[in-house]
Antibody, heavy 117, light 108 residues
Framework: QLQLQESGPGLVKPSETLSLTCTVS??????????WGWIRQPPGKGLEWIGS???????YYNPSLKSRVTISVDTSKNQFSLKLSSVTAADTAVYYC?????????WGQGTLVTVSS | DIQMTQSPSSLSASVGDRVTITCQAS??????LNWYQQKPGKAPKLLIY???NLETGVPSRFSGSGSGTDFTFTISSLQPEDIATYYC??????????FGQGTKLEIK
């Protein structure tokens, strides 16, 4: 059974860079035909797709966040990562990693990241 | 960018009721639409893919229909465990994705 687990700091200061890692188990991140993505959800609000990386390394970002987002993959560790720069309080959210193609079929449990000084 | 308009934003219904949620796309997305269920404190769960296909293991009381710009999600007989927030999500222009605003479903 495929499992995903987010990890990273739960508190980030304004203007700094948010960094999260998603560790995949029960399957290879190098499997063809799948994307590995990040989605976030501010407290009490809806879901926002941040971006995704294909197994080949190609990346795709939400245009609204593109200037601040970098997603990378480490196939040797079966992990992919998110970096979001110049964060503000508006970036406070639960961040989820997920495997997807058309639909997001496998999700991590989510990790709350708070932006505060 | 494709915008998704989901309605209603909240809904109160009784056990056994038929519940319907709609999602409208700002442009034709064929059948490239999914539906998710999210319970409090949990990650979303994919219920319906390609507008009308039931994900494996999802109860048959859940269904989806529609194509083009107008889509419908239905629970044929509401159960207490269906209390959740439901989201539509389009993928017309892979791999760019947009979610609807969500519908919070409560028991009356």
């Amino acid at each position: 059974q495929l499992q995903l687990q987010e990890s990273g700091p739960g508190l980030v200061k304004p203007s700094e860079t948010l960094s999260l890692t998603c560790t995949v188990s029960g399957g290879s991140i190098s499997s063809s035909s799948y994307y590995w993505g990040w989605i976030r959800q501010p407290p009490g609000k809806g879901l926002e797709w941040i971006g995704s990386i294909y197994y080949s390394g190609s990346t795709y970002y939400n245009p609204s966040l593109k200037s601040r987002v970098t997603i990378s993959v480490d196939t040797s560790k079966n992990q992919f990562s998110l970096k979001l720069s110049s964060v503000t309080a508006a970036d406070t959210a639960v961040y989820y990693c997920a495997r997807h193609f058309r639909g997001f079929s496998y999700w991590g449990q989510g990790t709350l990241v708070t932006v505060s000084s | 960018d494709i915008q998704m308009t989901q309605s209603p934003s909240s809904l109160s219904a009784s056990v056994g009721d038929r519940v319907t949620i709609t999602c409208q796309a700002s442009q034709d997305i064929s059948n490239y639409l999914n539906w998710y269920q999210q319970k409090p404190g949990k990650a979303p769960k994919l219920l319906i893919y390609d507008a009308s296909n039931l994900e494996t293991g999802v109860p048959s009381r859940f269904s989806g229909s529609g194509s083009g710009t107008d889509f419908t999600f239905t629970i044929s007989s509401l159960q207490p465990e269906d209390i959740a927030t439901y989201y539509c999500q389009q993928y017309d222009n892979l791999p760019l994705y947009t979610f609807g605003q969500g519908t919070k479903l409560e028991i009356k």
